[in-house]
């Protein structure tokens, strides 16, 4: 018997257990991908042993338990191989490893093959909220959110960072040791983001180091500066997926967005030669006042591409507490006319098991996963909690290491032991399960960047999106 992961599966082998992963929670799939979502399982340090002896090629049954042999020693070696088959033989049956009677019968079925297959009728939407699986078994450093360059070539109306700071773009030497510290962490995914992360001159080396260290990738990207040669790397990490942001099917809407002209054709045109690779994406819809009488074409045209797209219908204040994009966010009507076009477009049960998973969270619990499991680095190498704190600075990687700011930051440590008590008006209301405590946004929309404060707009937000849930048939 030939055991090896399966191609977008990882394992991590940590000190006392060992953890397994389809990166379902990091990663994008397409609407006509139908295996099933394996999610994530912790084993004993046993397994772990037995797990690290898997990997993308072939290995016999035979070198397995030979393997194992030098290091439990004394255990009967037949006892050793009908453990280790039976073991190994779980997970074969979850689907997280491919086995067969001989080398070349251990093989998967892949993504393009997939895209053959008829699709599934059932349009599976989602939703970005960061307050979804805040809660889990075992804390540790999981995932780094990279902006490898802020500099961009659109100007989206709406984006959290001021145009004035898109000036800057990583050093390529304190990329690869963040990434390569980050591996010795044992961490599982990175996000390179922008701006415009293709902008960056060594975004192939970029992406060609992370499938190297079996990293699990995501690539923020508008996609109009999408190369054969980029696009040639990109397709050569089965762990790499790709989103990008449409606004509208209507070029003049959404380059009114993004202040480019022509920017429709081109992301369009990325986004389609990604797909035609089988490259996972993800479209991410925000709704403004420009967009929101064509965002559900947005979604139309993803369903038909089997390609999920991300709505939020409230965009968030920039980092430099002016709120001037907020002069792009909709008002209350405006919104529920969004959330009815959620609702419809079959929302509704993703929007409700989210609210009973908000509900659930105790008053003792963490606010939310703000550094419990990842962080972002600036293009300068600062280090912040979360997307769009940028001015919350935890750390500096110029001048300390990732395991010396994960472990050691005093800063770090408060933002972890921050729990939903904090929040004395939040942990009771009746719209609990329809807000996020979000101190991100606080912080952002108020002028004085008080993480504590809740802006009452997004509580009669959260208060219209309860009732509406709650009526709807």
Not at 130 to 148: A, Q, T
Request: hydrophobic content about 35%; overall charge negative.
């Amino acid at each position: 018997m030939y055991y090896k992961l399966r191609r977008d599966v990882l394992f991590r082998n940590y000190k006392e257990y060992g953890l397994i992963t389809d990166i379902s929670e990091y990663g994008y799939r397409m609407l006509n991908d139908t295996r099933p979502v394996l999610g994530e399982e912790f084993v004993s340090q046993s397994g772990a042993v037995m797990l690290s002896m898997i990997g993308r090629k072939p290995i016999s049954i035979n070198e397995i338990v030979n393997n194992l042999s030098k290091i439990f020693i004394g255990v009967d070696i037949q006892t050793l191989e009908d453990d280790t088959k039976e073991f190994l033989g779980y997970f074969c049956d979850k689907g997280y490893l491919c086995y067969g009677d001989k080398e070349e019968d251990c093989q998967e079925q892949l993504f393009k093959d997939l895209k053959e297959a008829p699709a599934d009728n059932t349009f599976v939407p989602i939703v970005d909220d960061c307050g979804k699986n805040i809660i889990k078994s075992k804390d540790f450093l999981r995932s780094i959110h990279v902006e490898i360059a802020n500099v961009c070539n659109e100007r989206c109306v709406h984006c959290y960072i001021p145009h004035k700071d898109k000036i800057n773009a990583i050093d390529s030497n304190l990329f690869y040791r963040i990434i390569e510290e980050g591996r010795d962490m044992n961490i599982i995914h990175v996000t390179l983001s922008g701006g415009e992360p293709l902008l960056h001159k060594d975004i192939i080396g970029f992406l060609k180091r992370c499938r190297e260290l079996d990293l699990s990738v995501n690539v923020l990207s508008n996609l109009t500066l999408l190369t054969d040669e980029i696009l040639e790397e990109m397709v050569k990490n089965p762990l790499l997926s790709v989103q990008t942001s449409i606004y509208s099917l209507n070029s003049l809407v959404h380059d009114q967005i993004t202040q480019l002209s022509g920017s429709l054709e081109k992301t369009l045109n990325g986004l389609k030669r990604v797909l035609d690779a089988g490259i996972p994406a993800q479209i991410s819809c925000p709704v403004l006042k420009q967009n929101k009488d064509d965002f559900s074409e947005v979604i139309e045209w993803g369903r038909k591409n089997s390609t999920s797209v991300a709505i939020e219908p409230v965009i968030f204040a920039s980092y430099d507490h002016t709120g001037e994009n907020l002069a792009n966010r909709l008002n209350l009507d405006e919104i529920g006319k969004a959330i009815d076009c959620q609702l419809n477009e079959g929302y509704v049960d993703i929007l409700k098991g989210i609210a009973r998973e908000k509900e659930s969270i105790k008053p003792d619990d963490p606010a939310c996963s703000i550094c419990r499991y990842s962080f972002c680095v600036s293009a300068i190498g600062t280090v912040y909690p979360c997307v769009g704190w940028t001015t919350n600075i935890v750390g500096d990687l110029n001048t300390e290491s990732l395991y010396e700011v994960w472990n050691n930051s005093k800063k770090i440590d408060e933002l972890r032991n921050i729990k939903k008590r904090d929040f004395p008006e939040c942990v009771d209301c009746k719209d609990r399960g329809y807000c996020n405590v979000c101190m991100m946004s606080n912080s952002n929309e108020n002028p004085d960047g008080d993480a504590f404060r809740i802006n009452k707009f997004h509580c009669k937000v959260a208060e219209l999106k309860h009732k509406k849930l709650s009526i709807y048939k």
